[in-house]
C-alpha cells in the first residue's frame, strides 16, 4: 500500500565513539529508502573513526556536525533544532532500524489525530543476535502510566512538534532523558492519541559498553529523581485537568512499595496503606485489585 504524500521523517543519531556500530545504524536508515526522509547525525567530537565513517555518507545526509557537546541529551536537541519534519525520533549509534520501518511508521501517521506510534522494540546482543523484544504499553489510567509504564523509545515515535513544544529533552538528564520528555508528553497531551502496531521497527543493542549496561544505578537514580519530581510541586500536578493528583501520588506509592524489600515490612506497609488513603474511594476496589496483583504478589 503507497501514501500519495510521504510526511518528512525526521531522524536524528546522536553518536560518540561509536564507531563499531555506526555505519550499520547510518546504513539501517538511509537504506530504508524513504522518500522524504531528513537524517540528521550529531557526533560529539569522535576520535575512533567515527566522523570518516560519517563523511563516507555524507551526500546522502541532510545535516551533520562533530563537535564537542555535553552528551546525548545536548546532540539530540541540536537535532531536534534543525528538524524540519513532521515526524521525530532518534537513533542511537549502537542500534539499527528494521527494513521498511519508516514505511510503517508512516502508514500508520496516516489519520490526522494520532500522535504518537509505537512499535517494538527487538532486544539484540552485540553480534546482532535476539535476545527479547518489547514495547510501550499504557495502563488503563494514566497516573499509572506515569509510575508503571516503560517507555521503550527508540520504536516510538512523536509528531515534531508536540516535542519541540515540549522543548526537547532535558539536558540535566543523561540516561532516562527519554522517559523524563515521555513523563511530559503525558501531563501535557495524555494518552489518547498513541496507536499501536504489530511491528517491529528497531533493533536495540546490549552490548558491554552501552550506558544500558554500564550505568544501570544511574539509570534508578535520575527514575527516582524523576518520580519524587512529579509528586512535588515541579510537575504541578495540581493544576493539570488530565491529572488526578491525589490518584497519581496513590500509585507513587504502590511503585515505592514494588522497589521496598519485603525484609523492610514496616517501610513496605506503609507505602501500601498511604496509597490506599490517598486513592479516591470511587474505583478504590480497582486500586486494591491492582494493589493485590502487582504489589502484593510481586517477586
Known amino acids: 500500500m503507497e501514501l ?18 555506526l555505519e550499520q545504524t547510518i546504513l539501517s536508515v538511509l537504506d530504508q529508502k524513504y522518500p522524504n526522509l531528513e537524517y540528521i547525525i550529531i557526533d560529539g567530537g569522535s576520535s575512533d573513526g567515527s566522523k570518516e565513517i ?14 564537542k557537546d555535553s552528551g546525548q541529551s545536548d ?34 501517521f496516516e489519520k490526522s489525530d494520532t500522535n504518537v506510534v509505537c512499535g517494538y522494540n527487538r532486544l539484540v546482543d552485540e553480534s546482532g543476535k535476539r535476545i527479547g523484544q518489547n514495547r510501550l504499553y499504557l495502563k488503563d489510567e494514566i497516573e499509572k502510566s506515569l509510575f508503571f509504564t516503560s517507555f521503550r523509545q527508540a520504536p516510538t515515535f512523536f509528531k515534531t512538534d508536540r ?11 543523561h540516561f532516562n532523558m527519554d522517559y523524563e520528555l515521555f513523563i511530559r508528553y503525558l501531563l501535557r497531551y495524555g494518552q489518547t492519541k498513541f496507536k499501536f502496531i504489530d511491528k517491529t521497527l528497531v533493533n536495540f543493542r546490549h552490548h558491554e559498553t552501552s550506558k544500558t549496561i554500564q550505568k544501570q544505578d544511574s539509570f534508578t537514580r535520575e527514575r ?55 486513592y479516591p474511594s470511587k474505583g478504590l476496589g480497582n486500586y486494591l485489585y491492582f494493589l493485590i496483583k502487582e504489589i502484593v504478589f510481586y517477586k
Open 4 to 21: 500519495k504524500n510521504y510526511p518528512k521523517i525526521s531522524i536524528v543519531t546522536p553518536s560518540l565513539n561509536q564507531g563499531q556500530f
Open 224 to 278: 527516582s529523581e524523576i518520580f519524587e519530581n512529579l509528586i512535588s510541586d515541579k510537575y504541578e500536578l495540581d493544576q493539570n485537568d488530565r491529572i488526578n493528583s491525589d490518584k497519581a501520588l496513590a500509585y507513587y506509592y504502590a511503585f515505592k512499595a514494588l522497589k521496598t524489600s519485603r525484609m523492610k515490612i514496616g517501610q513496605y506497609l506503609t507505602f501500601l496503606f498511604s496509597g490506599i488513603s490517598k
Open 54 to 67: 560519517i563523511k563516507k555518507y555524507s551526500d546522502r545526509i541532510t545535516y551533520w556536525v562533530s563537535e
Open 75 to 108: 546532540a539530540i536537541n541540536k537535532g531536534l533544532n534543525k528538524a524540519t519534519g513532521e515526524i521525530f525520533n532518534w537513533i542511537n549509534s549502537d542500534d539499527y532500524y528494521e527494513p521498511g520501518a519508516l514505511f510503517e511508521v508512516a502508514h500508520a
Open 163 to 173: 516535542i519541540q513544544k515540549l522543548g526537547g529533552v532535558r539536558e540535566d538528564y
